[in-house]
């Protein structure tokens, strides 16, 4: 692992997701580890812009593995997006003596980072930290476990007032265009149905599942609808329904950034660890312009063009399943 770098930045941007901690506490102390400085780069590439910039050490990063958020901080950056932008980012790491880059984020972040490796050459990794398992490459990304356990544990206590009322429940979760979170809660919460981006289910298909449980006397019903849902969201879906519905009383339940927050479960917290110290290794071991991803349990490289040219697809049995159990 013997090359020229010698001090580390770590940043976080876009979305937050639980486990960005953990994945900024393994980059530093693994960094520590092999004898390099560490930095963190606050509010993403705003902070870099600006000169927001600190050491870091193996005490500033203690108990923060079970904090939701980003200690860091994260941001979108616009001017980021120039390549005047750019340049002042790169004159504050040659400033600050950084010679290479570590990125947790999602595809925004990865795009971003992509661009700056091929302008300036800075040694450059990506830890993908989205909430919406979206990236091709990796079967988890880190907060989508926690996002995920977060939405079935409301989803079980709006059960509750659902079959006390005999109620229909439209409940929408986050995702943007990948419907990973909504077809999980929609087996683990037992839904009726599951509108996903991925599919092409029209109001009619809904309405005929929806009468044939009134017809079987089904006392409360769940919909788990994923935001990029192509017929619409919560609201625009229980207003259509609404206006043909004799038998349940429906109420819209938006989960929307409650998602986002909490202490990280066991699962993203070991994900983030590994994928931090993976970031640290790889570029030690001469990797660029790539993203830390894990596959059948084992840590991989993927370069960019190879994520941004797949979508990470929801399996088929999954909706195999769903569709047996929604009976």
Do not use: W
């Amino acid at each position: 692992m013997e090359n020229n770098i010698s001090k580390i930045g770590v940043f976080t941007s876009g979305g937050d997701a639980p486990g960005m901690n953990a994945a900024i506490r393994a980059v530093v102390r693994a960094s520590i580890y092999y004898k390099k400085e560490v930095y963190g780069i606050m509010q993403g590439y705003e902070g870099m812009i600006s000169g927001d910039i600190v050491k870091l050490g193996a005490r500033s990063v203690g108990n923060i593995i079970q904090r939701g958020g980003t200690i860091l901080k994260t941001a979108r950056s616009q001017e980021f997006r120039t390549r005047e932008g750019r340049e002042k980012a790169f004159q504050n790491l040659k400033k600050n003596g950084i010679d290479s880059l570590v990125a947790i984020g999602g595809d925004g972040t990865f795009t971003g980072l992509h661009k700056f490796y091929e302008e300036f050459k800075v040694p450059s990794i990506c830890i993908p930290g989205t909430i919406d398992n979206d990236l091709a490459g990796t079967d988890f990304t880190i907060g989508f476990d926690t996002a995920t356990n977060t939405a079935v544990e409301a989803i079980d206590k709006i059960r509750d007032t659902a079959i006390s009322h005999n109620r229909l429940f439209f409940i929408e979760v986050m995702g943007r265009n990948s419907g990973y979170i909504a077809i999980n809660c929609g087996i683990a919460g037992g839904a009726v149905a599951t509108i996903l981006p991925e599919e092409s289910i029209t109001m009619d298909d809904l309405f005929a599942k929806l009468d044939e449980g009134g017809k079987t006397n089904k006392k409360s019903s769940l919909i788990v609808v994923a935001e990029g849902s192509k017929i619409g969201g919560a609201i625009e879906l229980a207003e259509k329904f609404s206006k043909r519905n004799n038998y349940f009383d429906i109420k819209v339940t938006i989960l929307g950034h409650l998602q986002r927050g909490g202490t990280p479960t066991y699962f993203d917290r070991v994900l983030a660890s590994k994928m931090g110290v993976a970031s640290v290794e790889g570029l030690l071991a001469g990797r660029n312009d790539v993203m830390v991803g894990i596959q059948n349990g084992k840590i991989v490289y993927n370069d960019f063009n190879t994520i941004m040219a797949h979508h990470h697809e929801i399996d088929n049995e999954s909706l195999r399943i769903a569709k047996i159990l929604s009976i």
